[in-house]
C-alpha cells in the first residue's frame, strides 16, 4: 500500500511558489494558519516583504505574529501611532522590538498615558537604533506623564538622530547623554514656551551639526555668556515664540559663525532688522543658504549692493553663492529686480516657496 502525501511534505521553496499563487494576504494567511509547518512557509515566504512598516499599514495582528519572526530582520524602519487601550498596537511594538533585531529607525506617537513599550523597544535594540522621533501628545488630566523618559533610556550609542515632540521638560537634560547626535530637533507646544539654555544643552554634543527649535525659548546662563560651549552647527533652524529674545537668539546665530552653512530663522514678534541680517552674512563666512524671517529684511538696490559686497569679501563666487529663499512673492520679485542692477549678481541666488511648510519645517518632529 503506497504511502499517502500530503501539502505538509513539499519542501519550504515549493510552498513559497504555492503561497505566491494564492492571490491577496488575506488567503495566504488562511492557509498559514492551516498547520505549523505552513505556518513556517509562510514565514520563509514573507522574509522580504518589509523594510518599513508605515504609519498606515494597517494589517491584523496575527499577520504580524506570522510574518516577523522572518521578515523581522530585514526590517529597519517603523511609524506607529500608539492609543488608549490600543492593546494591538503595544503587542506589536513588542513583536517589533523581539524580532526586528537590526532595527534602525522609529517613530512613535503616544496617544495614552503609557509609554512603557517605547522604553522596552529601545533597550532591546539599543545596539541598532540610529534615529528616534517621540511624539507625546500630552492630557490635560495627566500633564505628569512620563516626566523621566530618556532619563530612563540607555546610552544609545549609535544613536544619530533624535527628534522629540511635547516631552516634558523634565527630560531634555538627559538628551546629553547620546554624546554620537548629529540631529537634534526639539518641539514643544503649551501656552507658555520651554525654556533652555541651548548652549549648555548641546554642549556635551560634539558631533552635532543640525539643531531645529520650535516653541523654545532661547537664552544664555551667565556660565555661557562668558565660557561659550564649543559646538560647530551647519544647520539651524529656530522659529522663534513671541518671548523669545531677538538678541539671544542672534547672539547663538552668530556663535556658530565658523561653522554654519545653512539657517532658517522666523520670529513673528518683531521684524528682522537689515544690520542683524549683514551681521549674520559678515560673520558665518560658510552660510550657503538663508530662510528668510516672515517680517522685516525689504530689499532696495542700496541694500543688495551691501550684501554682494559682504559675500565678494567672503569669498564667495559664481559656483557657490549664497541661496537667499522668500516665504512672500513681493520680497522674492524685489530681491530679483534689484541683483539684476547689482554689481555682482551672480553671487546671490534667490528662491520663492509658495506653500508652507518651506524648509523651516522639514527638521521639525
Not at 550609542?157 to 511635547?166: D, Q, S, V
Amino acid at each position: 500500500m503506497k504511502c499517502s502525501r500530503n501539502i505538509t511534505d513539499l519542501p519550504i521553496e515549493i510552498l513559497d511558489i504555492l503561497f505566491e499563487c494564492c492571490g491577496n494576504m488575506t488567503n495566504k494567511l488562511y492557509l498559514a494558519q492551516a498547520h505549523p509547518y505552513l505556518a513556517q512557509a509562510f514565514v520563509y515566504h514573507c522574509r522580504n516583504l518589509f523594510k518599513h512598516i508605515p504609519v498606515y499599514e494597517k494589517k491584523s495582528l496575527c499577520f504580524w505574529r506570522l510574518t516577523l519572526p522572518g521578515c523581522g530582520p530585514n526590517i529597519k524602519k517603523i511609524d506607529r501611532v500608539i492609543r488608549e487601550n490600543d492593546h494591538d498596537a503595544v503587542e506589536l511594538v513588542n513583536l517589533i522590538a523581539l524580532h526586528c533585531s537590526k532595527l534602525e529607525k522609529i517613530k512613535l506617537i503616544f496617544e495614552t498615558d503609557s509609554v512603557n513599550c517605547v522604553k522596552s523597544l529601545i533597550c532591546q535594540r539599543q545596539n541598532s537604533l540610529k534615529a528616534i522621533n517621540l511624539r507625546l501628545k500630552l492630557k490635560l488630566k495627566s500633564p505628569e506623564m512620563n516626566t523621566k523618559i530618556l532619563h530612563e533610556l540607555p546610552e544609545l550609542p549609535l544613536l544619530e538622530e533624535l527628534k522629540i515632540f511635547n516631552i516634558p521638560i523634565e527630560n531634555f537634560y538627559h538628551i546629553q547623554k547620546f554624546e554620537n547626535l548629529v540631529k537634534l530637533a526639539i518641539r514643544y507646544k503649551n501656552s507658555k514656551p520651554v525654556v533652555i539654555d541651548i548652549l549648555a544643552l548641546c554642549a556635551p554634543l560634539k558631533k552635532l551639526q543640525i539643531l531645529a527649535l520650535k516653541g523654545v525659548r532661547i537664552i544664555a546662563s551667565e556660565e555661557t555668556k562668558i565660557h561659550l560651549p564649543v559646538i560647530q552647527l551647519k544647520k539651524l533652524n529656530i522659529a522663534c515664540e513671541e518671548h523669545n529674545s531677538h538678541a539671544e537668539v542672534q547672539r547663538f546665530i552668530l556663535s556658530q559663525g565658523k561653522s554654519l552653512e545653512s539657517l532658517s530663522h522666523d520670529c513673528p514678534r518683531e521684524p528682522y532688522r537689515h544690520e542683524d541680517f549683514l551681521e549674520v552674512i559678515r560673520t558665518c563666512r560658510n552660510l550657503r543658504f538663508f530662510e528668510l524671517p516672515s517680517g522685516g529684511v525689504v530689499f532696495d538696490l542700496e541694500f543688495v549692493e551691501e550684501i554682494v559686497d559682504i559675500l565678494r569679501h567672503n569669498g564667495f563666487t559664481p559656483d557657490n553663492p549664497l541661496v537667499i529663499m522668500a516665504r512672500d512673492r513681493p520680497r522674492y520679485t524685489k530681491l530679483v529686480k534689484w541683483l539684476k542692477n547689482s554689481s555682482s549678481p551672480e553671487l546671490i541666488k534667490p528662491e520663492y516657496f509658495r506653500y508652507w511648510p518651506t524648509r523651516l519645517n522639514n527638521d521639525f518632529p
